[in-house]
């Protein structure tokens, strides 16, 4: 059992195109983040959220802390964005992470 | 800044040999500290935190062991790898736990043969 869902695995998209990465979660939580991991393996944090929308230039996160499900959108989506976007859960002092959506985003 | 070093960044070891993986973070006191795990084509798994020296939790049995013998130092070790011991070992750091965000290390890919 997962407890921490993402869909989907892979992502193809042209270049901007607007795109939806989803995470659904069976855990009560406080916050959720979303990474994101380059190609080299080094990952960065994007997001913490726990409530609403969080917009950071082209990255848009939203979370429905009732129904729990987050998304994570792109606008105007371009090649350097090809990574894997990884969401993860704290609880108590465990993580739990989604297995990532790959994406490519073709010129 | 604060700025957080892994080393090796890559590693291939024999099957029943010792590991020793070091990360230290500059610019900050009393980080929390990780250590993950992402076996390939699997998703990440915290093997080890720590909120203070010498305090150590573990989140899975393994084979793995972990210390913290000074404050920004986490140091993740192995008397004798296995095969599934391969993968990429990420360290990160947080001021709190859970509901902060975390800061990652550039990772150690580890081969195990």
């Known amino acids: 059992k997962n407890e921490v869902e993402q869909s989907p695995q892979n992502l193809t998209a042209q270049e901007g195109e607007f795109i939806t990465i989803n995470c659904s979660y069976s855990?009560?939580?406080?916050?959720l983040h979303w990474l994101q991991q380059h190609p080299g393996g080094g990952i960065v944090s994007l997001f913490m959220?726990?409530?609403g929308k969080k917009k950071h230039g082209r990255l848009i996160a939203t979370i429905n802390i009732q129904e729990k499900h987050s998304s994570l959108h792109i606008t105007a989506s371009h090649p350097r964005d090809s990574a894997v976007y990884i969401c993860?859960?704290?609880?108590?002092?465990?993580?739990?992470f989604g297995t990532g959506t790959s994406l490519t985003v073709i010129p | 800044s604060q700025t957080i070093h892994q080393w090796p960044a890559t590693l291939v070891q024999p099957v029943g040999s010792p590991l020793s993986l070091e990360c230290t973070v500059e610019?900050?006191?009393?980080?929390?500290l990780y250590w993950y795990r992402q076996a390939a084509g699997r998703g990440l798994q915290l093997l080890f935190y720590?909120?203070?020296?010498?305090?150590i939790s573990s989140e899975v049995p393994q084979n793995l062991s972990a210390s913290r013998p000074q404050d920004r130092q986490f140091i993740l070790s192995s008397k004798k790898l296995l095969l599934s011991d391969s993968g990429f070992y990420l360290c990160?750091?947080?001021?709190?736990?859970?509901?902060?965000?975390?800061?990652f290390g550039p990772g150690t890919r580890l081969t195990v043969l």
């Open positions: 610019g900050t006191s009393n980080p929390n």
């Open positions: 990160a750091w947080s001021v709190g736990l859970g509901t902060d965000t975390q800061y």
């Open positions: 720590s909120v203070g020296i010498g305090q």
């Open positions: 959220l726990s409530s």
């Open positions: 855990v009560g939580i406080s916050a």
């Open positions: 993860a859960v704290p609880f108590g002092n465990q993580f739990y």
